[in-house]
């Protein structure tokens, strides 16, 4: 039979001291507090009582450092899955405001024609089926339990837009997935439903200096 829930985790804060759109760039791995953060989505995970059968990370190092904590909770080997992992974005390794940011620079602007797509990266429709692809193959493949993702902020809320119905062009600042929540999932009749959110690292994120890159 197929997975029992599907739980999407968002890693923690990243060590981002120059303040850039990091995306799939190597070197960015969590910060202490990320790695509190990403400890605080495992226990929450665990204390919710349920057989997890397996546990998939995206193969970015903040993720993968991310998915340890819950890899020790469980004693489940990650497995790397390349259909979560951050979208690729045309501004990756600059800064996007302030002064000097990427969004002042005219010779940027047509990057940002069409939002809606985005123009400045992988489309969302994109991002939505690979996301919901690898759930759905991840649900099949289990037994029985749950399974666990350790993804990033747009997937995840790609994933929760296109369950829900809803358009997948969006206001990036008003995205509900904060560092370490947990979005989660089942299927019912052949279709993905979301039955919750939680955010078990929100006290710990008034401290957070780097909240992802929009």
């Known amino acids: 039979m197929p997975a029992d829930q599907i739980h999407l985790v968002r890693h923690g804060e990243v060590f981002n001291p120059q303040g850039v759109l990091y995306g799939r ?15 605080a989505a495992a226990d929450d995970l665990r204390a919710r009582g349920r057989t997890i059968a397996a546990l998939y990370s995206s193969p970015l190092q903040r993720t993968q450092q991310s998915a340890e904590p819950i890899s020790a909770a469980f004693g489940l080997e990650p497995v790397l ?3 979560v992992i951050e979208p690729t974005n045309r501004f990756e390794g600059k800064r996007m405001t302030g002064s ?3 969004l ?14 985005p123009s400045w990266g992988e489309p969302f429709g994109s991002i939505a089926d690979r996301m919901l692809q690898a759930m759905a193959d ?5 037994e029985s339990g749950d399974v666990i993702f350790v993804s990033h ?25 904060a560092l370490s929540s947990i979005t989660t999932f089942e299927r019912r009749d052949g279709r993905f439903v979301e039955v919750g959110y939680r955010d078990p690292a929100a006290p710990l994120a008034v401290a957070a200096t780097d909240v992802g890159a929009v």
Do not use: K
Not at 104 to 117: A, G, I, M, Q, Y
Not at 138 to 142: E, K, S
Not at 153 to 177: E, F
């Open 25 to 39: 760039l190597p070197g960015y791995g969590l910060s202490s507090l990320g790695r509190q953060m990403a400890q």
């Open 138 to 142: 991840a649900a099949d493949a289990a």
């Open 153 to 177: 902020q747009l997937p995840i809320w790609m994933a929760h837009r296109r369950v829900t119905g809803r358009r997948l062009s969006h206001d990036p600042r008003r995205r509900r997935c």
């Open 104 to 117: 002042r620079d005219v010779r940027n602007w047509p990057l940002l024609v069409n939002p809606w797509e």
């Open 81 to 83: 899955e390349e259909r």
């Open 100 to 102: 000097g940011g990427a």
